[in-house]
């Protein structure tokens, strides 16, 4: 990049290149596949390093290692996960390796930065750190693993950092033992506890010389929870206080069905000295986490017992919060399949739908479509999207899907002033805020052809592919999206729709993109609709669906096409 400056996209006070470029820390800037993209000065000067052996390359890959200049695994690598943060500043320790082959340990603080403006996705800034501060786990002379301070900062805070990339309970608590294996045990179990008060023993993983290994055998339900019992594990599991235990804890006459697992658990798995904790969330108790120790000589201490208690906090919130979310998608996703209607058979026309969920459980969408037939036999087809992503939105949906299907049956009127009139009543009898959504009119002439009214609120335009493969949106018809105008008055658009066309309504999560400007998605959407025209329409939907949507769209989507008649005489050849 010409004279190490940022992108001119990055927008922001003049003097702020100068202040990056002056900074007395290092700076570099990463893009969204996480590629390092410019680096200041003091970077290059502490890495020694030139602008043509960093610029371009995997940022993970060229700056990621250990304390001995081994890379690290990038899948549980805070620093790698930056560009996806969402917004959090991550901070932490690491080692980078220098031009000459050495390694630096260094202190770095990420700043994640908002889609859109640049191809920058994040700065991380760095500078040296004790050596002390982020070495490994090591023993002291009597044998006993200890963490410095730093490294039990440290640790705390990558335990954060994992617990906050995702929502999805097993893909964390790996994410977390990973952290904690071989750092501060040899063993890691963990027992959750379900909605419906059973107790399941999710996780029993082993470290190995730096291989983990999943013990499935060990793994399974587990005897409740019993009240009375007073043994460490099911004390945890009731949300009392952390514990340290050993074999000898378990080696008198069980009290619960839950001691006689603890006590085969310690037999196989040769754990001669534990840590246990409860996993409480704000509301609830989940679980509990014990990690154990095979060398005599090691024992969990009382500071350590402090360490995982502040861990398994993390982890209760973390779980609490994924079951909150799970609870929300199945609530929506429930609201969502009783709403989305069966479509009407009208003569010769064809008509398909999809519906694709957001693959993040907290972004749970408003977008939806409906089709039904009016009081004159016309066809109303809808398709929309209310502003946010959340169950409020799943909700704000139904009331503005329902509305609209009243108002289009008992007023029977053209499309657009339909949508001002659900405009007008928007604000005061629903949750709404904002939303956009197309109102479409499909009438059968008097002599055969098929004839579309419609009017569009903010959304995105509808496409129509002829027979012969050219495809073109439909802009007209275009107005402000619901929530913004009321009280201006929306126009209708008119077309006749050639025999053998196919008409596709959408909403913006097949075609929106972070990375690909909202005119190149839909040319390309164009593009591939067009190549799909000879298709069967079921078909013609899958495969738009497949070729379209962007990779990183974590939005939800759909998608209503129809196709209308061809004419007789080409079906008559078609059939002969």
């Not at 989507?557 to 005489?569: D, F, G, Q, S, T």
Request: charged share 25%.
């Amino acid at each position: 990049m010409a004279e190490n400056a940022l992108p001119d996209e990055a927008a922001g006070p003049p003097w702020l290149p100068t202040a990056l470029l002056d900074a007395r820390v290092g700076v570099y800037a990463v893009d969204s596949r996480g590629n390092l993209v410019w680096a200041n000065p003091r970077a290059l000067e502490l890495l020694g390093r030139v602008e043509d052996e960093v610029f371009g390359e995997d940022a993970h890959d060229l700056l990621h290692r250990d304390a001995e200049g081994r890379p690290v695994d990038r899948n549980t690598c805070v620093l790698s996960r930056v560009p996806e943060s969402r917004g959090e500043s991550p901070v932490g320790h690491a080692w980078f390796p220098r031009g000459d082959g050495s390694v630096v340990p260094v202190r770095w603080f990420a700043l994640p930065l908002s889609p859109g403006r640049s191809d920058v996705a994040a700065l991380i800034a760095f500078d040296p750190a004790e050596p002390a501060d982020i070495a490994p786990p090591r023993k002291t002379g009597t044998g006993a693993r200890t963490l410095s301070r730093g490294e039990r900062l440290a640790l705390l805070a990558d335990t954060t950092a994992q617990l906050i990339y995702s929502i999805d309970v097993q893909e964390f608590l790996d994410g977390v033992v990973r952290l904690l294996l071989p750092r501060l045990a040899d063993w890691a179990v963990i027992d959750l506890i379900t909605e419906a008060d059973a107790v399941t023993r999710s996780l029993v993983v082993h470290a190995d010389n730096g291989t983990l290994t999943a013990h499935h055998e060990l793994q399974g339900p587990l005897p409740p929870v019993a009240e009375s019992s007073t043994m460490p594990l099911s004390k945890a599991l009731r949300g009392a206080a952390a514990a340290l235990i050993g074999p000898e804890t378990y080696d008198v006459p069980p009290d619960t069905g839950i001691a006689v697992e603890q006590r085969k658990l310690f037999r196989a798995t040769g754990i001669r000295s534990a840590a246990v904790a409860p996993l409480r969330g704000p509301r609830e108790v989940l679980g509990a986490i014990t990690l154990g120790r095979t060398d005599a000589d090691e024992p969990f201490t009382p500071r350590d017992l402090n360490l995982l208690e502040d861990i398994a906090r993390r982890i209760g919130i973390a779980l609490e919060n994924a079951r909150h979310h799970q609870r929300q998608r199945q609530v929506a996703e429930t609201m969502q399949r009783y709403l989305l209607p069966q479509l009407p058979q009208l003569p010769g026309v064809e008509m398909t739908a999809r519906y694709l969920a957001a693959p993040d459980a907290s972004d749970v969408g408003g977008d939806w479509y409906d089709a039904f037939t009016l009081p004159g036999h016309d066809t109303a087809l809808v398709i929309g999207d209310v502003v946010g992503h959340d169950l409020q939105a799943a909700a704000g949906m139904a009331q503005l899907r329902n509305m609209l299907r009243a108002y289009a049956w008992s007023q029977d009127q053209p499309p657009g002033q339909v949508v001002q009139r659900l405009d007008q009543a928007m604000a005061h009898i629903t949750d709404v805020r904002m939303a956009t959504l197309i109102l479409a009119r499909l009438s059968l002439d008097a002599d055969g052809g098929w004839t579309l009214c419609w009017t569009n609120a903010g959304h995105l335009p509808p496409l129509l592919v002829e027979p012969g493969g050219a495809a073109s949106h439909l802009g007209d018809g275009h107005g402000l999206l619901l929530g913004l105008a009321s009280h201006r008055v929306r126009t209708d658009a008119r077309i006749a729709l050639p025999p053998g066309s196919t008409l596709v309504l959408y909403t913006d999560g097949l075609v929106e993109s972070r990375s690909t400007p909202l005119d190149v998605s839909l040319a390309r959407m164009r593009d591939h609709a067009a190549a799909l025209a000879h298709e069967s329409l079921p078909d013609f939907a899958d495969g738009l669906l497949k070729r379209t949507r962007p990779d990183d769209n974590g939005d939800d989507a759909a998608l209503l096409a129809l196709r209308i008649p061809a004419p007789r005489e080409h079906r008559d050849r078609t059939c002969a």
